[in-house]
């Protein structure tokens, strides 16, 4: 669910600013917003074998209450909202951003770890909706114990519709998100408040010293109740990632305003609960409320962990959709949902894989107890990278000292490492889910980048001067192909090279158009290009012309109608008389081509599953031609 856009630079008026406030808060913050119904039960699990102390309890939500206010409030909302990219946030856009700017070995190094960080969502991506609805579907159980064992084909079934839907897109709905996750946030706080006087001790937790005392005192089992407590701030990547859904002021105004008092007063309840009633850490979140408010409850964490759910795979799309357009994955189907909002998009591939690794996550793990444990990993290990290219953002953009920008990340970076330490002790309890599926993300998004390398580079080598090539045909002009009237437009990713479709044309059927023109589509830097600076025209003769059409990675490549755009701005062609010409490669293996056999079969397979250009491209399918070579890779 995609909003409308607030320009970071001029905050957006009141009526505006609150509107966008409230749809944030259940598209940013449905995520972190679920995380009470898990979080504090599973950090208590660690301790809770021989009965839990008031100092552990404490310790516990003090850790929690810091790790929101450090990690979300200082990290997040006051600095890295900042680190835009003309609006736009996420690993991606950052990645676009600083990449341009980079070479060399550190360019490469940063590639990486955009990658990385880009896979490491996917697989949260997958976890948040399982273990989001699980938790909310496991309130049965207090209801009547005899529903335990519903739970799971429950879970099954409203996960499957979660996915189902995703064609049809979620506009229609999408603006119950922000009123439904507000009343949630609403009961949060009141469930909190209602409990806090249990036991006032909890307010020792707002002391941060109580926190490193536990940590200090604790042992083993303090490094695994920090793996835990990382559970606070799951879906933190959000607030960066929907900037520009959203703008910068409204994720503030949501974060201070709502969410953060709620979760905190909830926190505080829940440890007031627990150290008046050690009977309560069985499930600390459900047992706070009375018996007769246990179903509106359950159906209203059911339909916040939907929301939640829905958030994570609208940005899992997003997502895709950048990388594509930068050039990590080949071409695939993108369907947009509405015509009004160019952001909500659908992948069914995606789709596809997100529901198959869901369903697996399910039935694997069984409970959301289960699978907590493979939860950290994936969102530790995107924060460590976000945190290490916002240093690179702060040297480049802001042109800070290495000292300065050294005092606000290290301490930050210390605090993630350790954290992910924390995490990576689950590894065999499940640890081991997030990493595999990042680690395979990584491997199909390497093996494209550098496939198509490969394959432009032996392109560049054996290409025809296009410059040369249009001399000859000028000046063979009598003895040449005959000349047909009409347009011929040529797509090719090198605009100085002759494209092989050209050369094909005219050796097979010794014709060529009154006016050509190659078609060059370039993906820029910037989330978005304006219409007006789309194109760019250069005629180098009287039949030849070079165009460069020039989207932002967000931006859908639209041929057709960029051309009826340079239409209106003078570039005279007919579309009726014109036909697009394009390449189309089959790949053959060649185990001398730079990669291993088995990558070579990855990439060729890859290449396969993509979409037809003429499609990707929203060429008219009645004027295209296909004209295709051989390429080993």
């Known amino acids: 669910m995609h909003a409308p856009t607030s320009q970071p630079g001029s905050p957006p008026k009141l009526g505006r600013l609150l ?49 929101l206010t450090i990690i979300v409030t200082v990290k997040y909302v006051v600095f890295l909202l900042r680190a835009d990219n003309k609006g736009e946030g996420g690993t991606l856009s950052l990645l676009a951003l600083l990449s341009s700017k980079l ?23 997958m976890i948040t909706p399982a273990l ?63 409990h806090i006087a249990d036991d006032p001790r909890i307010f020792a937790a707002l002391n941060p010293i109580n926190a490193v005392t536990f940590l200090i005192h604790g042992g083993f089992s303090a490094l695994i109740v920090l793996g835990a407590v990382f559970l606070t701030v799951t879906g933190a990547e959000a607030l960066y990632a929907d900037l520009g859904h959203f703008g910068r002021k409204p994720i503030q105004l949501a974060w201070l305003a709502v969410v953060y008092p709620a979760l905190t007063l909830n926190y505080l309840g829940q440890g007031a609960f627990v150290l008046s009633d050690a009977r309560a850490i069985e ?12 179903i509106p409850v359950i159906l209203l964490a059911t339909a916040a962990t939907i929301i939640a759910s829905q958030a994570v795979i609208t940005g899992a799309f997003s997502l895709v959709s950048q990388a594509i357009h930068l050039g990590f994955l080949p071409r695939m189907d993108i369907h947009h949902t509405s015509h009004t909002d160019t952001g909500q998009i659908y992948l069914p591939m995606v789709n596809t894989f997100l529901l198959f690794g869901v369903m697996m996550l399910v039935l694997i793990f069984q409970t959301s107890e289960s699978l907590a444990t493979a939860y950290g990993i994936s969102v530790t290990g995107a924060m460590v990278v976000t945190t290490i290219m916002f240093f690179d953002f702060l040297r480049i953009e802001w042109k800070w000292s290495l000292g300065a920008a050294l005092s606000l990340v290290a301490p930050l970076a210390v605090l993630e490492l350790v954290f992910l330490g924390a995490n990576l002790i689950k590894i ?47 000046k063979e002009s009598a003895h040449g192909p005959h000349p047909i009237p009409g347009c011929g437009i040529f797509l090719t990713s090198e605009p100085e090279a002759t494209p092989s479709a050209l050369l094909h044309n005219i050796k097979h059927n010794r014709v060529l158009h009154q006016q050509n023109i190659i078609l060059t589509i370039r993906t820029d830097a910037a989330p978005t290009v304006p219409a007006s600076e789309r194109g760019k025209m250069e005629r180098i003769s009287e039949r030849f012309s070079i165009l460069t059409l020039t989207f932002g990675f967000m931006d859908t490549p639209n041929v057709s109608q960029a051309l009826a755009q340079m239409r209106k701005e003078g570039l005279k062609f007919d579309i009726m008389s014109t036909t697009f010409f ?26 396969g599953m993509g979409t037809d250009p003429s499609d990707y491209f929203r060429l008219p399918a009645n004027r295209v031609i296909e004209l295709g070579s051989h390429v080993s890779v």
């Open 19 to 67: 509107a966008l406030s409230l749809g944030s808060i259940g598209v940013v913050y449905g995520d972190i917003g679920t995380s009470p119904l898990y979080a504090f039960r599973e950090a208590l699990r660690p301790v809770a074998g021989d009965g839990v102390t008031s100092d552990e309890v404490i310790g516990i939500i003090s850790l929690m209450l810091w790790t």
């Open 103 to 125: 070479e060399g070995r550190h360019g490469r190094v940063l590639v990486l770890l955009g990658l990385i960080g880009a896979a490491l969502f996917i697989g949260d991506a």
């Open 132 to 194: 989001s609805v699980m938790s909310a579907v496991e309130g049965m159980k207090f209801v009547a114990p005899d529903l335990t064992r519903f739970v799971l084909p429950v879970s099954v079934v409203i996960l499957i519709a979660l996915f189902a839907v995703q064609s049809r897109g979620t506009g229609a709905v999408s603006k119950a998100f922000g009123p439904i996750t507000l009343v949630w946030f609403a009961a949060l706080a009141a469930a909190g408040v209602a």
């Open 283 to 294: 499930d600390p979140f459900y047992l706070m409320f009375p018996e007769w408010s246990l």
């Open 428 to 474: 065999h309890d499940g640890g081991y889910v997030p990493i595999a599926i990042a680690g395979l993300v990584v491997l199909v998004m390497w093996t494209w980048r550098r496939g198509s390398s490969i394959v432009s580079d032996k392109s560049r080598r054996s290409h025809v001067a296009l410059r040369s090539f249009v001399k000859s045909v000028e």
């Open 582 to 607: 394009v390449g189309r490669r089959k790949l053959v293996s060649d185990p001398n081509s730079g990669m291993p056999a088995w990558q070579d079969r990855l990439f060729i397979g890859l290449a």
